[in-house]
């Protein structure tokens, strides 16, 4: 019974890791994205106006 226990604790304890961890990506994919688009847009307001 208590190696049941013991399993059953470490796929808890596991599972409570990729979810935290998961959790601190999801952030870091946000933070990505919203440098992205600024740098996109800065990129595409500071351009000098081709001359025709």
């Known amino acids: 019974m208590k190696t049941i226990l013991y399993i059953f604790a470490a796929i808890m304890v596991i599972g409570w890791i990729i979810g935290f961890v998961g959790y601190a990506i999801g952030g870091l994919i946000h933070l990505?994205?919203?440098i992205a688009i600024?740098?996109?847009l800065y990129n595409l307001l500071a351009r000098?106006?081709?001359s025709i």
């Open 32 to 34: 990505l994205l919203l």
């Open 38 to 40: 600024v740098s996109i």
């Open 48 to 50: 000098p106006a081709s």
